[in-house]
């Protein structure tokens, strides 16, 4: 995956357009539910083999697509606006659970580590 | 940033815990809308100026991060597991969206394409 | 089920804490998001045997009332600030999805009316 | 408000199209999520005073009322199937809260209880 050039294009995409204004950290978590909230709709009701259907669905396929690409969207404007290291963040996060989810203690189970 | 080697971790991590069989196309979602959630309830009820004064508060600007890197985790295994090119996703989206928001006509515009 | 005496008591609480500055349009709507999340959260990967065992359980089953209870309390919220009549629109809609969902025609059915 | 009979429509809207199966802990979270989601969707981006000419507006007013719709026919759906008292729930979550944020303390502050 090559994200620095996607991420100057976004970064472009909203200066030229001057939506830094709209950006605030509020709207652009706003951004983030409201498009996750869309790609969960299309799983509503839904059970597993149909899952699998829908994800085989040519056009459902290309919803979800644009949803997860609406959300890389916002994810990549909200590290560029307020200054977030998206990267170290993540590897931060994974040390993090490595700890919290020992893989011995946790393989095959989806309790939540303060359950 | 470098995501190839961060996006071998996420799965590296998820396969040693065996989580596959949680991880369905409905779940992921819901992990990727609770973290946003998660996310925006940062900032409930606050203005623009508390917004700010929260990202500039170490203690708070480290939930974000953990909250980005949640999302980027989720968003990364989804492509993973179900085979989606997020670049070229993304690439797609924002092709789709220079067509529905042309510069010179939503330039300091909120208005939505449809509106 | 008597709301009325509750509705009271929901907006007397606001109003004595003065926090309807804080409860725009826009804010509720994330608290009604938030609270929705977190209890969804609370059946994130959990499969149907235990979702059963998580309403079982009276600790889990307190919080999913409590936010039940937040969810709730928001809706009177939105409706009593911004003069909304629920009754009269939850009895549109039900009428708008009879139509859309004719009992014949969708009984034991999870399609979408659009789908 | 007149809820009994409302609540009656909506179990026997569901019963006649045999929807409980669909109706599971995690499914019906999911609506009030995604509904929730639409109402804030109406709000992104938009500043106070575009809110409230949104409100102002008949048809987005209408677009807020079947989204509050909705979410109050999934509330009386998951307390019916799951059957939670929603008038003790939100008593106690008053009472929590009246002891969480005490008036003289909390009045005009938009800090939370753990802040």
Known sequence: MEFDELNAEVQEFCERRDWEQ??????????LVTESSELLELFRFKDLPEQ??????SETREDVEAELADI?????????LYDIDLSAALERKLETNRARYPANEYRGSNRK???
């Open 52 to 57: 699998s259907d829908l994800l085989a669905d």
């Open 72 to 80: 890389l969207f916002f994810l990549l404007r909200y590290a560029d």
């Open 22 to 31: 709209y950006h605030t950290p509020k709207d652009l978590a706003i951004g």
């Open 113 to 115: 580590y303060d359950e």
